[in-house]
């Protein structure tokens, strides 16, 4: 039986990747974790590798071309000779099956156009992507529903009266855009702010890394494991809101906010609380090295269920941040000139009230030793 490569995804909100390399042809037989492909964003080159053994059936795509995240990129088959499936035949399996994934930004988008829910399509990968949508859309001979059709769109298409020139954006800028629409559009965002016991957490920090020999200052990393703490004892932290249902997520994903050059990730340590204390914090310096040298791997770009970012290097007075989609809190820190600490919180309002969040952010304004 023909088993099937798939367009990996690189970063969280594109539906599309370029594929830049192709390292095999029709007919050649490939080992099982074999680099078969290489695709890319503005962010991150990613290697595509062979699941199984087995012959390459077909390739779907060419150099340079745009592949679709979750798109059958090649088959391998037992034999030189065995049939290629189709991709219907998977499709309509997915339909009876009814398997659904989570919308992708510009799936949800797309969903809102058309006033669509997305239990009603069917996702042919992992999430529910823009192209899953389109082609429902398209089955249907759907058009946009008028209330939608109202809102506001989510780039402004009127030209302004200075001329200048169009330049497309960057992967990582529409990443951004897709995150600040689905604030405006979808959460309901609130913002809260109090002091943070900064010398504590330093010394904490510092203790910890002499006990440990670690040669870089733990200190944030210790902070976003405090939240990762406060995140499973209160799952309604770690929650988003579905239909009219509070959707808890089963573990805790928690996004950190790094910058890279002129690109700003959110690295994402997938069920934080089951590494452990130390674990968490040297794994998290690990993502953060790498994503400084654009080395992510795709599952650490998506899936956050809460956030934590610090702008305290740049000694700003107020750092409001923007929540990632499908979170209903993120939580900034920052240390002003006169090196007192700050701790902000932006959530979602449909999920969280001010008073819990605050509670929050005061248990966390001072290291887990003298807390409260």
Excluded at 16 to 41: C, P, W
Excluded at 333 to 359: F, I, K
């Amino acid at each position: 039986m023909a088993v099937s490569v798939h367009v990996p995804r690189i970063n969280n909100n594109d539906d599309e990747v370029k594929l830049v390399e192709l390292r095999v042809s029709v007919g050649d037989l490939v080992a099982a974790g074999q680099i078969v492909a290489s695709v890319e964003t503005d962010k991150a080159v990613l290697d595509v590798e062979a699941t199984v053994a087995g012959h390459v059936l077909s390739v779907n795509g060419e150099i340079d071309a745009m592949v679709c995240v979750g798109s059958v990129l090649m088959w391998l088959g037992a034999t030189a000779d065995e049939a290629v499936p189709i991709e219907a035949a998977a499709q309509e399996s997915a339909q009876a099956s009814g398997a659904t994934g989570t919308p992708t930004a510009k799936a949800m988008a797309l969903l809102r156009e058309y006033g669509l829910d997305a239990a009603s399509v069917i996702a042919s990968g992992d999430r529910l992507s823009a192209d899953d949508v389109r082609r429902h859309v398209a089955a249907k001979g759907m058009s946009a529903s008028a209330s939608a059709a109202a809102k506001p769109s989510s780039v402004n298409q009127v030209r302004p009266e200075v001329e200048g020139t169009l330049h497309p954006l960057a992967s990582h800028e529409r990443g951004m855009l897709h995150t600040v629409t689905w604030q405006r559009d979808t959460a309901v965002p609130g913002y809260i702010e109090l002091a943070c016991d900064h010398a504590a957490w330093e010394r904490h920090a510092a203790a910890f890394g002499q006990q440990r020999k670690l040669l870089l200052n733990p200190m944030l990393p210790l902070m976003a494991w405090r939240l990762v703490e406060l995140a499973a004892q209160s799952p309604r932290f770690n929650a988003t809101v579905l239909g009219e249902q509070r959707h808890e997520f089963n573990q805790v994903n928690l996004g950190f906010t790094v910058q890279a050059g002129d690109v700003l990730y959110l690295a994402v340590v997938r069920n934080a609380l089951a590494l452990g204390e130390a674990p968490f914090v040297t794994h998290l310096v690990d993502v953060q090295r790498r994503a400084a040298a654009h080395a992510l791997k795709p599952a650490e770009l998506q899936g956050a269920t809460i956030g934590f970012s610090s702008m305290s290097r740049w000694k700003v007075l107020r750092h409001v941040p923007i929540l990632a989609p499908n979170t209903a809190l993120m939580v900034a820190h920052t240390v002003d000139t006169d090196g007192r600490g700050v701790l902000g919180a932006t959530y979602d309002h449909r999920v969280l009230h001010g008073g819990e969040v605050a509670t929050l952010l005061k248990k966390l304004s001072t290291p887990p030793k003298t807390a409260a």
